[in-house]
Nanobody
Framework: QVQLVESGGGLVRAGGSLRLSCAASGRTLSTYAMGWFRQAPGKERDFVAGIDWSGGSTYASNSVKGRFTISRDNAKNTVYLQMNSLKSEDTAVYYC??????????????WGQGTQVTVSS
């Protein structure tokens, strides 16, 4: 079992930055791909970014490419999402996930409880 806990969300002005963290416990993260998803009210949970087990390959959705960066520190069992140039449409609950690298939420095995990101215009 893997337990994931996100932190770093909050309220930020458009154009600002936030850094989300996802700390894991229970098992080492080094064997799992990691990802970030987000879900706005009334919408589906969407893929934001993913990173393979080694950190050697990263992926980002077109909506955040060039603004968001995913990274991981396997020694600290932590994955990060650096979010720059935030827009109001980035407002959502952000979830960390561990498992198979995929854009579909059902392919991931473990989820955190989510952290709210609100971007004011």
């Amino acid at each position: 079992q893997v337990q994931l806990v996100e932190s770093g969300g909050g309220l930020v002005r458009a154009g600002g930055s936030l850094r989300l963290s996802c700390a894991a416990s229970g098992r080492t993260l080094s064997t799992y791909a990691m990802g970030w998803f987000r879900q706005a009210p009334g919408k589906e949970r969407d893929f934001v970014a993913g990173i393979d087990w080694s950190g050697g390959s990263t992926y980002a959705s077109n909506s955040v490419k060039g603004r968001f960066t995913i990274s991981r520190d396997n020694a600290k069992n932590t994955v990060y999402l650096q979010m720059n140039s935030l827009k109001s449409e980035d407002t959502a609950v952000y979830y960390c996930a561990a498992g198979a690298l995929a854009v579909f939420p059902r392919r991931w095995s473990y989820w955190g409880q989510g952290t709210q990101v609100t971007v004011s215009s």
